[in-house]
Nanobody, 115 residues
């Protein structure tokens, strides 16, 4: 069983920045891919960014150039640096990790962008 614990969410003004962290209960080097998803009220969960074991990255069009995903296998941690935040980025952000045929989720962290 893998546990993922997110942190770093909060309330920020438009144009501000936040960094989300996701700590895994086992070595992240074994995960074929990790990613950040988000779900806004009344909407489906969507992929924000993902990163493979070879550190190849993929971003949703809506966050390209503003968000950066990174993984530090030495710290078993996944990050999401979010800059130039917009009100439409408001959502619960979830960490995801894929190991063999299993997909694991964190409990989520709330990000609210508002003035």
């Amino acid at each position: 069983q893998v546990q993922l614990v997110e942190s770093g969410g909060g309330l920020v003004q438009p144009g501000g920045s936040l960094r989300l962290s996701c700590v895994a209960s086992r070595d992240t080097i074994y995960f074929s891919a990790m990613g950040w998803y988000r779900q806004a009220p009344g909407k489906e969960r969507e992929l924000v960014a993902s990163i493979t074991s070879s550190k190849s990255t993929n971003y949703a069009d809506s966050v390209k150039g503003r968000f950066t995903i990174a993984r530090d296998n030495a710290k078993n941690t996944l990050y999401l640096q979010m800059n130039s935040l917009k009100p439409e980025d408001t959502a619960v952000y979830y960490c995801n990790a894929k190991l063999l045929l299993q997909s694991y989720w964190g409990q989520g962290t709330q990000v609210t962008v508002s003035s």
